[in-house]
């Protein structure tokens, strides 16, 4: 059930004391450091921020849309690895919440919920990023059991990961209606963490590469049924990209908000540059494209809130394009309106710009959020 407004206000107010306090001050060592930040995670849990995804029976007080989007664009105004980790548990536990057995969701998701236990998505693979259809991870019946093998590649979290909704081919024939999807315990016999990605950005959120070797895992660890992992998962990457565009507005919005702040205080040729109209005029740019974006994310979610269709994916798929090219158009800006001082670890900026390009590739590059408005538009026509 949905959160009343007045509740999400408090909520809000608690995460913006939880920024002041402790994720502001640490937002650049976590970058430094490129470690995951274990205390400030066991925070988000002990809020009660974990569970905005999970419906009370659980342990939660959702499930949510709105709420949860709003707190990863403001973690994001900070510091864009932590409102990832923050997020990835909302794109992974999606699934279970929405799909998994009753037995499965009494187990996992009150662990969730406290911290005991970070979810994680696990679907892209060495040779099937775009291309899902293309996995090659396989899980093979036998008995009451599957035998998973293969690789999976950029799973966000992955190392410190204690459960993985994992997506591998049942029935390699059938292309992507052969794709299902399955809760994966860490502790399984025959799965082991290969490597972490060294990012340019998105520091202290590890990206991890993962190895299946004959592991056996109990058929009823099956997310709903055969064949329907690729519905499953497109259906979780409609709120993912919504959430990839949130973080990407947190980031633009604070390295815009470093701008101006920087103009007005910074002065050349006897006045504030800010004063300069070639500056005024990029400046004013900036704040319309973030302000277009921010409207087109608005929007967005109110569709997707009202329920799940060929429009509001469409609008999602949009609304990621759109969003994560002009955060990542003013986070550049923004560098260049602080000239030297931009390319300085002093400042945020260059964080931000370094940050803000990994959301123009997660969740879909966007070039194939292209290719799913195209298709849309083919199909359909204009979606306004």
């Known amino acids: 059930m949905a959160?009343?407004?007045?509740?999400?206000l408090q909520i809000l107010a608690l995460v913006d004391r939880l920024i002041k306090d402790k994720v502001a001050p640490e937002a650049a060592i976590i970058d430094a450091e490129d470690k995951f930040p274990s205390a400030l995670y066991a925070e988000t849990a002990k809020q009660g921020l974990l569970g905005l995804w999970i419906p009370e029976e659980y342990g939660g007080t959702g499930p949510d849309?709105?709420?949860?989007?709003?707190?990863?664009?403001?973690?994001?105004?900070v510091s864009c690895a932590f409102a990832l980790i923050y997020s990835n548990c909302g794109d992974?536990?999606?699934a279970i919440v929405n799909a998994a057995g009753d037995h499965l969701k009494r187990e996992w998701l009150p662990k969730i919920v406290s911290g005991e236990v970070i979810p994680c998505f696990s679907l892209s693979e060495p040779?099937?990023?775009?291309?899902?259809?293309?996995?090659?991870?396989?899980?093979?019946?036998?008995?009451?059991?599957?035998?998973?093998?293969?690789?999976?590649?950029?799973?966000?979290n992955g190392s410190v990961g204690g459960v993985y909704t994992?997506?591998?081919?049942?029935?390699?024939?059938?292309k992507h209606k052969g794709i299902s999807a399955f809760l994966v315990p860490r502790d399984v016999p025959g799965l082991s963490v290969v490597r972490d990605e060294d990012l340019m950005g998105l520091r202290g959120s590890p990206t991890t590469e993962l190895e299946f070797d004959n592991v056996r895992l109990p058929a009823d660890h099956l997310i709903g049924q055969e064949g329907?992992?690729?519905?499953?998962?497109?259906?979780?990457?409609?709120?993912?990209?919504?959430?990839?565009?949130?973080?990407?507005l947190g980031a633009g919005t604070a390295a815009l908000t470093d701008a101006v702040n920087y103009a007005k205080e910074r002065v050349q040729f006897d006045k504030p540059i800010i004063e300069h109209q070639g500056l005024q005029f990029k400046?004013?740019?900036?704040?319309?494209?973030?302000?277009?974006a921010r409207s087109l994310w608005e929007e967005s979610i109110a569709m997707l809130e009202a329920g799940q269709s060929k429009r509001s994916s469409a609008y999602a798929a949009l609304t990621k394009y759109v969003c994560t090219e002009a955060a990542m158009k003013v986070t550049i800006d923004a560098v260049q309106v602080l000239g030297g001082s931009g390319l300085s670890k002093a400042h945020s900026v260059e964080r931000y710009m370094r940050d803000v390009k990994a959301f123009q590739i997660f969740d879909g590059t966007n070039e194939i959020q292209k290719i799913l408005i195209g298709r849309y538009l083919q199909k359909e026509g204009l979606p306004f």
């Open 228 to 248: 329907e992992g690729f519905r499953i998962a497109m259906i979780a990457l409609d709120e993912a990209r919504l959430n990839c565009a949130a973080m990407a």
């Open 166 to 174: 994992l997506f591998a081919k049942t029935q390699p024939d059938k």
């Open 92 to 94: 992974a536990v999606n």
């Open 3 to 8: 959160i009343e407004k007045g509740e999400r």
């Open 127 to 156: 040779e099937a990023g775009s291309d899902v259809a293309s996995l090659t991870t396989r899980a093979e019946k036998n008995g009451n059991t599957y035998i998973i093998n293969g690789r999976k590649c950029w799973c966000t």
């Open 283 to 292: 400046l004013a740019e900036m704040t319309a494209q973030m302000a277009a």
């Open 65 to 77: 849309l709105i709420t949860p989007l709003i707190v990863s664009e403001r973690f994001a105004r």
